[in-house]
């Protein structure tokens, strides 16, 4: 075993992350403690999605959604964040605080969305409808956020494209089911980029519909990156931060919940006494309600990250600054969404 700084930079060209069957690694509570104590002494900041591993979540300074992460991300005075999360939020957080050292435990923590979607796609749309506005979830890469008017987030997309001037037409990408269902909600047209996200559209109507039958009491609710069906059939739909508030607040005592499972550790924080159901997705046997992408990132994996400071995410300051652009118009126009 060699874990020195070479070795460590050595493996992540191949890898995304550093190998932990390469490393002697801390195990259970001193692991917790090792990273507590790498945070210290780095003044490091541990943001993380509410979409990640329980302990990664439970170990964070910071739980949120993608909108309230870029935040946390911009306003901090840490030296390092140890983003724990997918590659687009890290990004994001770069973008906005270049100063940082931003690091990711997995490189491969990636997302259908963004991976479906880029810059030179967005360009010929752009062609093609030069009169319109580009309005992007933030689901992206920083080369497509650089060929957008405006990112949004699931928690200020609506707010947002009220906000566009209504003599443009939209284009919106790349979640198709979000975009079809902000035209409902807002009466806007707008042309979509066929993009979906691997989890949300793993829910199966059928099965939901059966579960609604035998939980007569159960409200369902579903995150807009869901197909249409589904999505007729919830009693709430709302972006990751307002199914937790709904569930918290609703005098409801039961809930199906359609989006990826990891939100459930903090629901059931947040709402103890009450039942929350996973909505279930058309094939049995795999686990598709939970993101493959975020789960990539584990303690083991934080844990060396922060002590090699790998692998980092950069970025070319001229591409930083066209994507920031966007980024910023979102910041200043959702400054009233918590
Ligand atoms: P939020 O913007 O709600 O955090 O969602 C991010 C995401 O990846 C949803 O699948
Ligand atoms: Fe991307 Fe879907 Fe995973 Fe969210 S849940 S990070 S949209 S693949």
């Known amino acids: 075993m060699n874990n020195s700084l070479e070795t460590a930079k050595a493996n992540l060209p191949v890898k995304g992350f550093l190998d932990i069957s390469d490393y002697a690694i801390p195990q259970g509570e001193e692991l917790v403690q090792a990273i507590l104590d790498l945070k210290k002494e780095k003044n490091a900041v541990i943001l993380a999605h509410y979409y990640q591993p329980a302990e990664i979540q439970d170990i964070a300074d910071f739980l949120g959604d993608s909108l309230q992460l870029a935040r946390q991300a911009k306003n901090t005075d840490a030296d390092m964040i140890a983003f724990c999360g997918v590659h687009f939020m890290a990004e994001a957080a770069k973008i ?23 810059g030179e796609g967005l360009r010929k749309m752009r062609e093609e409808h030069p009169n319109a506005l580009i309005a992007t979830y933030i689901n992206c890469n920083a080369e497509t956020k650089a060929e957008s008017d405006i990112i949004v987030t699931s928690s200020n997309a609506e707010t947002i494209i009220e906000s566009l001037p209504e003599d443009r037409p939209i284009i919106f990408a790349p979640d198709k089911n979000l975009g079809r269902y902000l035209m409902k909600k807002t009466g806007r047209d707008m042309i979509l980029w066929d993009g979906s996200c691997i989890v949300h559209e793993a829910f199966s109507m059928e099965r939901i519909a059966k579960q609604l039958a035998d939980n007569p009491d159960a409200k369902l609710i579903a995150h807009p990156e869901s197909e249409e069906p589904v999505l007729q059939l919830a009693h709430f739909i709302g972006s990751t931060s307002a199914l937790l508030n709904f569930v918290e607040k609703d005098e409801g005592q039961k809930f199906i919940v359609a989006t990826e499972e990891g939100i459930l550790h903090e629901m059931k924080k947040r709402a103890p006494q009450k039942t929350l159901i996973p909505a279930q997705v058309y094939d049995e046997s795999c686990n598709c309600s939970e993101c493959f992408f ?30 920031l652009k966007p980024i910023e118009k979102m910041l200043e126009l959702s400054e009233a969404i918590k």
Request: net charge positive.
């Open 96 to 118: 906005l605080n270049p100063t940082k050292k931003v690091i990711l435990p997995d490189t491969q923590a990636g997302c259908s969305l963004a991976d479906g979607c880029s």
């Open 294 to 323: 975020m789960k990539r990132n584990t303690m083991e994996k934080l844990y060396l990250c922060m002590k090699y400071e790998l692998p980092e995410i950069t970025i070319g300051e001229e591409l930083r600054l066209k994507a």
